[in-house]
């Protein structure tokens, strides 16, 4: 997560009670670099209560094997610990996610450091980090997106780091180019979108609670997006035209 803002490109947040939520921090033993995905479960006061951090549509089409790969650094806070996380993935662009995750532990199952820590919970070493998989085969061919899920269970923090996938060919990480652009960002009443894709694309307005807010169908490139009946505020949109997806984040500031 070595970008210059969270999060990065093509990746968007689902924050249901627009409170705490997936950030960046800084962690010495980070994997890669010197940054990571982090939530705050030590101060979290709610039980079951969910955050989601989404990634961009990845193509599996040129690997027979691919499997997704990423370390988790987590510890309990006490016995009856039972934070979650799980991996949810999407075949349709984000629209639907399987009910079924493709990774899930909790609770001790999902601890990677000394467990029953009782101070607010940073890596400090290589060894609180542990490496996990999921094979991918299932899903051979498609583009999905991965939807990292915490389930808030009176825990300690949870860190992640080094997010890729093999291909068959070496591990590459989970990002998305600069190849579509919307200005201005920060913008007032409207926006541009400048993109690569084919000359009409659908653009959906989302929330940081993952509401859908706006829809605007068959946009050309450059066309004008009026938003000033949304109020200001942080947004994601979702910039689609029938074979890719792109998630880019938006200002709105009346």
Not at 16 to 41: C, E, I, K, M
Request: with cysteine; aromatic share 14%.
């Amino acid at each position: 997560f070595e970008y210059s803002s969270f999060p990065p490109q093509g990746w968007s947040i689902q924050n249901p009670d627009d409170d705490l939520t997936w950030s960046r921090r800084t962690v010495v033993t980070a994997q890669t670099g010197s940054y990571t995905a982090f939530l705050n479960l030590y101060f979290f006061g709610v039980y079951g209560k969910q955050d989601h951090l989404v990634s961009p549509v990845i193509n599996l089409s040129a690997s027979a094997a691919p499997r997704l790969y990423f370390n988790v650094a987590y510890s309990r806070k006490d016995s009856t610990s039972k934070d979650t996380l799980k991996i949810y993935v999407s075949s349709d662009c984000g629209a639907t996610f399987d009910s079924v995750p493709i990774y899930m532990k909790t609770g001790l199952e999902l601890a990677s450091s000394a467990d029953l820590q009782t101070m607010s919970f940073l890596p400090g070493n290589a060894n609180d980090w542990r490496q996990d998989s999921v094979s991918l085969s299932l899903y051979t061919g498609q583009s999905l997106q991965f939807k990292f899920t915490c389930i808030a269970g009176g825990g300690n923090n949870l860190y992640l780091d080094n997010i890729n996938i093999d291909f068959g060919s070496g591990r590459q990480k989970i990002f998305v180019q600069e190849d579509v652009s919307v200005f201005p960002n920060p913008c007032n009443e409207y926006f541009y979108v400048n993109s690569d894709f084919s000359d009409y694309v659908n653009i959906e307005i989302y929330r940081m609670t993952g509401v859908l807010v706006a829809v605007y169908k068959k946009q050309p490139n450059n066309q004008k997006i009026n938003v000033s009946t949304l109020s200001s505020g942080i947004y994601f949109l979702k910039i689609l035209d029938g074979k890719k997806c792109l998630t880019k984040k938006l200002i709105i500031d009346h």
